[in-house]
């Protein structure tokens, strides 16, 4: 029963917020997004090796960047930001926190999208040999 209400519910909201989306315009917006890891695959996400906070695979975050693109949103950096972004303009700024070492696999995809990131490094893992996975390395 429970998982109908949620079901339900999550549906609801799907359409509202598109039909909110496709009615408002979007214009004069900085969207803010925040990573953790990317998963190389469902089966990886699935594994239980490393710690899904977020579930995000990398054909996700592709399809994520391809969508924004495609909508004519264009991906900034914190310089840009501070210089003054175009006021009508549609700006994302990307963040990646905890500075797993899987995030390297963003790389390839902020290349082909023009999109920098801000990669948040957590020294104590860095320190400590700390990754994503379960109980560290």
Same mark, same amino acid.
């Given at each position: ?27 004069? #917006? ?5 990573? !953790? $890891?990317?998963? =190389? ?7 239980? =090796?490393?710690?899904?906070?977020? $579930? ?10 391809? !969508?924004? !693109? ?8 914190? @310089? ?9 303009? @549609? ?13 390297? @696999? ?15 490094? #957590? #020294?104590? !893992? ?12």
């Amino acid at each position: 029963m429970k998982k109908r209400w949620k079901a339900a519910i999550l549906s609801l909201d799907g359409k509202i917020a598109s039909r909110f989306l496709s009615a408002a315009r979007e214009e004069g #917006s900085l969207l803010c997004f925040l990573f !953790h $890891g990317l998963f =190389e695959s469902g089966e990886e996400l699935r594994s239980g =090796e490393l710690d899904p906070q977020q $579930g995000i695979t990398v054909e996700m975050f592709r399809a994520f960047l391809g !969508h924004f !693109h495609e909508q004519g949103y264009g991906f900034v950096s914190p @310089r840009q930001i501070l210089e003054g972004l175009q006021p009508s303009g @549609r700006h994302i700024l990307l963040t990646f926190d905890d500075g797993y070492f899987n995030n390297v @696999r963003a790389l390839p995809m902020m290349e082909e999208f023009n999109a920098p990131a801000v990669f948040f490094v #957590s #020294s104590d !893992h860095v320190r400590e040999g700390d990754s994503p996975h379960r109980g560290g390395l």
